[in-house]
């Protein structure tokens, strides 16, 4: 165990399977499923009903709010943030019967998981349609429907999620200071566009 941090700490509501592995300073909250496999890191915290799938992978110092569905194969970096609600989905072509009405199971179809770089944020209610990834810091809006790729810093929204805005690593819209150059307002870091969807940090304060 670290030296420095006290052991997870799971509520007798929460079912967590035993193969799991949780990382110090963790809480799983009431009510919240961990299934077998699973890796979490560090300082994560689980709220309340939430899923966590088979075989998922999550970084240290994550947050999945109240009622999030992260499905298998999931792979989620270091600070990311699952808003309450949002789904990460694993099936592109979802159905619950083979073509003789037969009920499929699991070796009838290939689950696709969901990237999530470090540092990004998914809404609340937000859905991610697998196999896509989201890019380190993005920040994908509440009710937004994520059908393609999220680059590093962009901030999508609405259906399907589109590109609106750049963020910096604090979580709020960039000030543009000429055609290619951003300053966070809370930071000063400074950021420049290399391209239509490609923005990099020149500066991190």
Not at 56 to 71: D, E
Not at 87 to 107: C, E, H, I, W, Y
Request: glycine content about 10%.
């Amino acid at each position: 165990m670290s030296d420095t941090l006290k052991p997870a700490r799971i509520l007798p509501s929460a079912d967590v399977d035993p193969t799991a592995t949780i990382g110090d300073g963790s809480s799983i909250w009431h009510l919240a499923q961990i299934r077998d496999g699973v890796s979490l890191g560090t300082q994560c915290i689980i709220g309340r009903g939430a899923y966590v799938g088979s075989g998922v992978t999550m970084g240290n110092n994550c947050k999945v709010q109240n009622y999030a569905l992260v499905y298998e194969p999931a792979v989620i970096g270091n600070g990311v943030f699952i808003g309450p609600a949002a789904v990460l989905t694993n099936d592109q072509f979802p159905r619950a019967v083979n073509t003789d009405m037969s009920l499929k199971s699991g070796s009838d179809w290939d689950a696709v998981g969901v990237t999530i770089k470090d540092g990004a944020s998914i809404g609340a209610r937000a859905v991610a349609i697998a196999p896509v990834t989201i890019g380190r810091w993005a920040l994908v809006a509440a009710g937004a429907v994520v059908t393609k790729d999220v680059p590093d810093f962009a901030l999508v929204a609405g259906v399907p999620a589109k590109r609106i805005r750049w963020v910096g690593r604090a979580g709020v819209p960039l000030e543009k200071i000429d055609d290619n150059r951003f300053r966070c307002p809370v930071d000063q870091s400074i950021y420049t566009q290399i391209s239509e969807n490609e923005l990099v940090e020149e500066s991190v304060h």
